[in-house]
């Protein structure tokens, strides 16, 4: 596609329930990358993958988070048992290659709320 | 620990005056210097990076490793520089693939 699409834009889950958030990169893109937002703050990094390899994961915050991109394409993020702290926006974003000096190409993001 | 510091959450500037974003950073290893660029209802975008010496939209950044600091600088601001601007950190123990990011500056360039 022409960027970085990310679905749903808005989720409000009750505490204790089960999300699931989607990222379809760039056509190509071998890199993708999971980065969470809290209000006020910078982007945080999750979690990387190239191709459908998780290179890295060092950034998830707690056994209740996990990512995946089974084809090497579309990536889901989910979090199990959200509890408030998870409340944030999470963004996706690719990259042709593995490195960022040529930059990332960043979703729009999902906003979580958790109630 | 690396970290990325931004001291002004907001800053506010009339339109046509100078406009300094700063940046100081923390590291071990060689790191590289970005600033990303978010506008109203858009997507986080990167504006430059340090270690091609561009100059995009008029901005520009000095990499000062004795200050450890990388400002954000424009002579002349303009209204359609409002935006929040994050300045991030790649490379060393970090790793060359992901950034540390700031907490962002909110710049506002009031007519």
């Known amino acids: 596609g022409a960027g970085v699409s990310q679905s749903p834009r808005y989720k409000v889950a009750k505490r204790g329930q089960d999300v699931a958030l989607r990222c379809d990169p760039i056509?190509?893109?071998?890199?993708l990358f999971w980065y969470q937002q809290a209000l006020g703050q910078g982007p945080e990094f999750l979690t990387y993958?190239?191709?459908?390899?998780?290179?890295?994961k060092s950034g998830l915050p707690s056994d209740r988070f996990f990512a995946e991109r089974p084809e090497g394409s579309v990536s889901t993020l989910k979090i199990q048992r959200t509890q408030q702290e998870d409340s944030a926006v999470y963004l996706c974003?690719?990259?042709?290659?593995?490195?960022?000096?040529?930059?990332?190409?960043f979703g729009s993001g999902t906003r979580l709320t958790v109630v | 620990a690396q970290r990325v510091t931004q001291p002004e959450k907001l800053l506010s500037v009339f339109k046509g005056a100078p406009v300094e974003l700063k940046c100081n950073y923390s590291?071990?290893?060689?790191?590289?210097l970005f600033w990303y660029v978010q506008y109203s209802r858009q997507r986080l975008q990167l504006l430059l990076r340090?270690?091609s010496r561009e100059s995009i939209k008029g901005f520009t950044a000095d990499l000062n490793k004795g200050e450890t600091s990388f400002h954000l600088k424009k002579p002349f601001a303009q209204e359609e520089d409002s935006a929040m601007y994050y300045c991030?950190?790649?490379?060393?123990?970090?790793?060359?693939?992901?950034?540390?990011f700031g907490t962002g500056t909110r710049l506002k360039v009031l007519a």
């Open positions: 991030a950190l790649s490379g060393g123990t970090s790793g060359t693939y992901k950034y540390i």
């Open positions: 974003a690719s990259s042709p290659s593995g490195g960022v000096f040529i930059g990332y190409t």
């Open positions: 590291y071990s290893g060689s790191p590289e």
């Open positions: 340090h270690i």
């Open positions: 993958f190239q191709n459908e390899a998780q290179l890295d």
């Open positions: 056509s190509g893109h071998v890199s």
